[in-house]
C-alpha cells in the first residue's frame, strides 16, 4: 500500500473562536467587520473555507447575535473574494457547575439552549457549512461542560440537513466519530459526511499519531475529513493531516502564534500551511473545486 | 521487539453494574446476598478481582445506598474465600436533560450529588479498589451524560487518595486516559496509576484493534492496565488485553450471553476468560498476587 | 467501528516444516506415514487445512523427493478424514553463502533449482493449496538465505495458476506482502488472494502488534489471509489473529510445546486454538467450508 | 501523549546513489568532483549530512574504486563548507541469478566480495559515518538480490565499530530493524545506534504510515532515526518524519524531482526540506550539533 497522501489539499481558518484569546493577541477578530476582513484576507491567502464565530464587538466575548452573524456572512458574501462560508453551531452547549460539592445550580457562563435556538442563525445566514460538535466532553482549560447529547444532535443535524447546510461534524475524540457515523446510519446526516477531526483538545483526543492514524482509520473511505492540532502543534498537523489524506485547519481560533514571540494574523497561518502543502507535493484547492467535492451549493441568506 | 502479552494476568469481575439488565437475566444480582454470592463464586472461578455495583434489592435498580454497600463489603469480606474488593464510585454523576428544545429542568434519572457523598461508600467501607471514570461524555445507549468534570475528578481523586484506596481509572475514550495522567502530574493520584480501558461503551472509544492500541500506547510503561470490551465482544477482549500486555475485566455488567442463546452466571465469564488466558500461554495470579503488583493492603471496614 | 475479528475460523495445521526440530522433539513426523498420520490426527482436533512437507524418513533432514509427497498425499487422501491438503513450495531457494571474505562458492545447505523442479511435485500431487514464499531474506537462526526473486516467484506463480493449485503466500515481512499484491496485479495471481502472515521468524517481521496490525492493514479487502507466530507466542497468535479478522496456522513446524516443559502433538496444538477461538466467540469451520470461501476444488492427483 | 514530532532535525541529502540514474537527470553527479561539488552545495543548503556512493566518471555506473572514494572525501574535506560525511558501505553485496530455471551460475552485475573489501574505503577515507545495510532483500525494480547475511553483517560492523566509524543501519524492512536490535545486542554495534528506515523501496517496506508508525514504535528510544520515502513521496517523508520524532534524508539518490517535470538539484531537494522543517515549528541544525548529538568526532583520513 503506498502512502495515501492527499494531493487536492483544502484549507479552513478557524479565524477567532471563541476562546478567551481576544486579550491575548491584538490579532483577534471581534467585530463583525474585523472578522470578515480577517476571512477575506485568510481566503487571499489560500483559505478555501473561512469557520466562523462571532464575538461581542466591545469585549470580545462570544456570542449568539443574529444580527453579528448576518453581518459577518454578508461582509464576505458581498466581498470580491470567494470563499465557503462555514458557521459554527457549536454554541449553546455549555454548562459551568456551581462547585465540586454543590454541581447545582450551574454558575455563570452556562448556555444550554434549544436545538431550534441554536440553529438560528444557521437557518438565517444559510452559510455552505455550519458544525455540528459531535459528543458531550470537559472542554480545555475551562472547568466547563461541552454539551451535545445524542438527542440534542439528532434534532440539530435534522435541521441543518433540512435546510440544506452541510454539517461538518467536529469530533474532539474517537467516541465522537463513532457518533457521527450513527447519526448517518439513522438518517439524520447525508452521506458521504465532511468531518473535522479535533487533535489535542484537552480533555478529547490526544495528538500523537497513533491516535490521530486511529481516527483517521475509522472515517468511511467515502467521506472527507480534515484534521487539526492545537496550539503549538498546529503547523506540524498540517503535514500529519495531509499525509493521512485530509485537509488541513489552521487559524487564531486554534493557535495564536506564528513563530516563538511573534504573533500570527490569519493569513499568515494560512499561506505557511500553503507553503508546507505545496513544498509535500500536494495541491491547494480552492472554494469552487471545494464546493464540487463536498457537493455545496452557495447561497444568498433568506 | 518481540509480542509484549502479559504473561501474569488478573481477572476483574464486575458482577452486576448499574445498568437496566436485571430484567434481561436472571443471573444478573440484586440484593446484596446474590452480589456477594456471585462476587465469591467469581473469585472461586478465578477472579482476582471484583468489582462491585449495589442495586435496589426489590427493584434492581442502581442505587448509593450505603448500607447495602457496607452489606456487600461485609459479606465478602467475612466469606473463606480472599479476593480484591473494587466498589464503583462512578454513581452520582447522571444527568438526564429535559428535551431539546428545553434542556433544563433535568428529568428524571438524574442523580448529581457532590464529591464527598460520591465517595461516601468508599470513605466508609475502605475497599481496597474504588472506581473513578475519568471524563465526561454521552453514556451508552440513554440519552444521559456521564459527567465528571475536571474539578469533580481533582476532589473524588484527593479523597481517595487520602482514605488509601487504590483509584481504578475507568477511561472510556482517549481523553479520559489524557486527564488520568494530569490528575497523575498534578499529585491528586500516585503514580504508577491503574487505569482500565473500556471500548466499545456507546458514545465513547470503539473497540476496533487500532483504537485499543492508541490507548495502549498512551498507558505509561510503568502503569498497571486492563482492558474490557462490550457486549458481544467481552471474551474477544480478554485475547486483545492479554496480548497487549494488559489484564482482563468480565462480567455480568459488561455482557450478559455465555454463548448464543445462553444466558452466564458470572463465574462462567471467569472460568472462561481463564481458560483463554492460560490457553494463550499466560498464568491467571490470585489475589494476594495483585496486592503485590499494585500495592494494596487489606482492611477492616470503619 | 466495531471490532472486526473474524467468527468463522479455519485452523491449519502446519505439521512438520523443514527445520532441525527432529531431534528436539519425538513428535516431529519424518516419514510420509507419520506425517499422514500427523496431519490426519490433526484433521480430526479441527484442522480444516493440513500444511505438509516430506523429510528423509531415516534422517528427518527436509526433502524435496516426489514419492515422499505423493506417498503423505495418497495416504491423507485415502484416509476417511477429510481435510484440505497445502503442500510447501518453499524448497529449493536454499543458499548457504561460503564465509563472511568468501561468499562463493557456497556451503553445504545450498539448495537453489529451477522453477519447475522446485513445483514438480505440486504439479503431480494436485494438492488444494500449495505455499508461495513471497521474497528473499535471511532466514531464522541459520545464516543461510530464502532466496525468491521476483522472477523466480513469477514462474512460479504462474506455474501453479495454470495447475489450478491455490497459492497461500507466505509474507515474512511487509514488502513479501507489497511483492505479493504485485503479482496480484501482474496477473500472475488470481484474485481474491490468500495469504499466511509469518510474525516472529527471525530475521522478517517480529511478531509485536503494531506490526502486526500494519500488515494486516495492508492485506486488501477482500482477499483471505492466515497468521500465525513462532514459537512461544503461537497461541497468542491464535488469538491476534482472529482478533485482526484472520484465520490460524498452529503445528510443529513453527513450535514445539505445549506447556513449560511439555511437548507437544499436532493434534493437541490444534485442540487448544480450537479451544480459544470458541471461546473467543468464533466458530471453528472444517474444509468443506474452507473450499467455499477458498475457491478450491478438491482434486485426485495426477 | 502530546505529539513527539521533532524539534531538532538534521538532514542528509544523498547525493547520488547506485540506481542508474545518472541517464535520467543531467543533475546526477558523476566524477568525484561533481559529487563533492554537489555535496557541498547541498550542505550549504542546510543539509548536516552527505550520503555518497562513486561513479565512474565517464559512464556513471555505480563503482567501488577506493581512489574515487578518496577524492569524494578529500574534495569535501578540504572545502571551506563543514559537514558531516557518510559514505556507503552497500555495495559488494548484488546478486543477479542466472534465469528462473537455472539459477546458477549468476549472471553480469553480480558483485559479491568479502567483508574486508567491502568496508576498504571506510577504513581508508574514516568518514564519519558508514551505511550498513542491514538484510537481504529482493531489491527495487532489477530482478536482483541485495544480500547481507547475519555472518557478513556481523564482520563488517565489527570492522566499522573498531574503525571508530558510526554505522548508519539501513533498515529497508521491519526485520532488517529488528536484525539491528541484535546487532547491538550482540556487541557488534553500540549503543544508541543510528538507523535509516527506508520506505517504499520495492521489495522493502511499504511507505503506508501504518508501517513507518510500526517501524518508529520498534526504534529503541535512545537511539537517532532518520527516514525517506522513495520518490514522488519525498517530500511528504519529511514531514511524516518529524511527525514521528525522526531526521530527515533527501537527494538525488532517492528522487529525481522538484516538482512535475522540473529535475531537481540536491541543493534544491536540500533547500524545500529545511522549508518544510521550519514551517512545521522546527529547527534544522548543523553538522556541530549532529557530531554532539551522535557522538561523532571528525577526523582526517589515513
Not at 449553546?92 to 465540586?100: E, H, L, N, R, S
Not at 467536529?170 to 479535533?198: I, M, N, R
Not at 492545537?230 to 481560533?253: D, F, P, T, W
Request: negative net charge; proline residues 6%; glycine residues 10%.
Amino acid at each position: 500500500m503506498p502512502l495515501t497522501m492527499n494531493r487536492e489539499v483544502f484549507i479552513t481558518c478557524a479565524v477567532t473562536g471563541s476562546g478567551a484569546t481576544q486579550d491575548r493577541s491584538p490579532h483577534v477578530p471581534r467585530s463583525p467587520q474585523q472578522i470578515a476582513e480577517s476571512a477575506i484576507a485568510a481566503a487571499k491567502a489560500g483559505a478555501a473555507v473561512v469557520h466562523c464565530h462571532v464575538r461581542d464587538p466591545e469585549t470580545g466575548k462570544p456570542s449568539r447575535d443574529l444580527a453579528l452573524y448576518r453581518e459577518v456572512t454578508e461582509r464576505i458574501r458581498d466581498s470580491n473574494t470567494d470563499v465557503v462560508l462555514n458557521l459554527t453551531a457549536g454554541m449553546g452547549g455549555d454548562i459551568v457547575f456551581g462547585d465540586v460539592e454543590n454541581p447545582f445550580p450551574t454558575r455563570e457562563g452556562t448556555d444550554m439552549v434549544g436545538a431550534t435556538e441554536r440553529v438560528a442563525h444557521v437557518a438565517q445566514c444559510l452559510p455552505e457549512i455550519c458544525t455540528l460538535d459531535c459528543g458531550t466532553m470537559n472542554f480545555a482549560e475551562a472547568d466547563y461542560v461541552m454539551t451535545n447529547t445524542p438527542g440534542m444532535l439528532t434534532a440539530m443535524g435534522s435541521m441543518m440537513t433540512k435546510l440544506g447546510v452541510k454539517p461538518e461534524i467536529e469530533a474532539f475524540d474517537t467516541g465522537h466519530l463513532w457518533y457521527a457515523k450513527q447519526l448517518v446510519a439513522d438518517g439524520v446526516l447525508e452521506s458521504p459526511a465532511l468531518v473535522q477531526l479535533c487533535m489535542g483538545v484537552p480533555w478529547g483526543a490526544p495528538d500523537d499519531l497513533n491516535t490521530f492514524m486511529a481516527m483517521v482509520n475509522n472515517v468511511p473511505e467515502d467521506w472527507h475529513f480534515s484534521g487539526f492540532g492545537l496550539g503549538r502543534n498546529q503547523m506540524a498537523y498540517v503535514a500529519a493531516s495531509v499525509l493521512a489524506g485530509g485537509n488541513v485547519r489552521v487559524g487564531l481560533e486554534d493557535n495564536l502564534w506564528l513563530d516563538k514571540g511573534v504573533l500570527a494574523e490569519n493569513w499568515q497561518l494560512v499561506e505557511r500551511a500553503g507553503s508546507i502543502i505545496e513544498n509535500m507535493g500536494a495541491r491547494v484547492i480552492g472554494p469552487a473545486e471545494v464546493r464540487e467535492k463536498l457537493g455545496l451549493s452557495k447561497r444568498a441568506p433568506k
